[in-house]
């Protein structure tokens, strides 16, 4: 149920939008903020209304950008757009564009995979296969029919329906991220250091308060995750002048391992495993 808070807001805007994401999956946490779809141009932000939090992300009002975002619960409409009719056309195709976005997933996990091999650096290529890993992951949640959720890929993975290749493969994965080294003092280094990385990103603060309340429910391994997944989306556009200068704070930001020969090792797994998926 959408809070009037919430409702209040949304019919205040301009544009037509609708709620999406985990707020109607069953899966959110408290923590966790209302997903606005806005069918217009504009910038993304994230304002209150009431006790709630809500991200406002601007979509394009194109069948194919609507589509990928799966379940959508309108909650404003508009007599120029009818967002409700594009609705009706577009759910058969959500299933296909969510495949299609997984394979896409999939293609840019190996592609970072080769990022890693051309690396000069120890802390670049285990960067690299480090972002390989989370893309590897959205991938094979996309191809299994669940629209991947940052906050709950962990969660996502352990109720998906797997095949014996892609449950290797996501273990060949969780692997490459370390998820075994996921303790509170790892986090606790962690964090101000993906705090510095999005010093200037919309979401900062948003971000931070969900790391603190996994944090706080001793959701350790999803918050170690999730912490990962958060930087892996600031540094994947870098340059590589900022990975030569920030290396320090990459390493810290993403927990990075300096085990090179182990590394190749597991990304040859993870080659393997996005491969056979696609």
């Keep these: 149920m959408i809070p009037a808070a919430v409702a209040d807001y949304v019919a205040s805007l301009t544009h037509p939008a609708g709620l999406v994401g985990c707020r109607l999956s069953g899966m959110s946490h408290d923590c966790c903020e209302y997903d606005i779809a806005v069918f217009g141009q504009g ?56 495949a299609a976005s997984g394979r896409k997933s999939l293609v840019s996990s190996l592609f970072c995979q080769q990022k890693m091999k051309d690396a000069r650096q120890h802390v670049a290529s ?63 280094r962690s964090i101000e250091a993906v705090a510095e990385l999005k010093s200037g990103d919309y979401d900062r603060e948003l971000a931070r308060h969900k790391t603190e309340y996994l944090l706080e429910k001793s959701m350790i391994a999803d918050c170690y995750y999730y912490l990962g997944r958060t930087a892996s989306e600031s540094l994947a556009g870098r340059g590589s002048a900022f990975l030569s200068k920030y290396a320090k704070l990459i390493q810290i930001s993403m927990d990075l391992s300096s085990d090179i020969p182990q590394l190749e090792k597991l990304q040859k797994s993870l080659f393997r495993a996005a491969k056979k998926s696609l």
């Excluded at 094979?140 to 629209?147: K, Y």
């Excluded at 962990?154 to 994965?173: F, I, P, S, Y």
């Design 126 to 188: 285990a960067m690299w296969l480090k972002i390989a890993a989370y893309h590897f992951v959205q991938g094979t949640l996309a191809l299994a029919g669940s629209r991947p959720m940052p906050l709950h890929e962990l969660a996502q993975m352990r109720q998906a329906e797997l095949g014996t290749d892609a449950a290797d493969g996501v273990q060949a994965a969780l692997e490459c991220i370390g998820i075994e080294r996921a303790t509170r003092s790892e986090i606790a």
């Design 43 to 98: 910038q993304n932000t994230v304002v209150r209304a009431g006790d709630h939090t809500i991200e406002l992300v601007h979509v394009g009002m194109a069948a194919q950008a609507v589509a990928p975002l799966g379940r959508i619960e309108l909650i404003k409409d508009s007599s120029s757009f009818v967002l409700s009719s594009m609705l009706q056309e577009v759910a058969p195709k959500t299933k296909k564009a969510l």
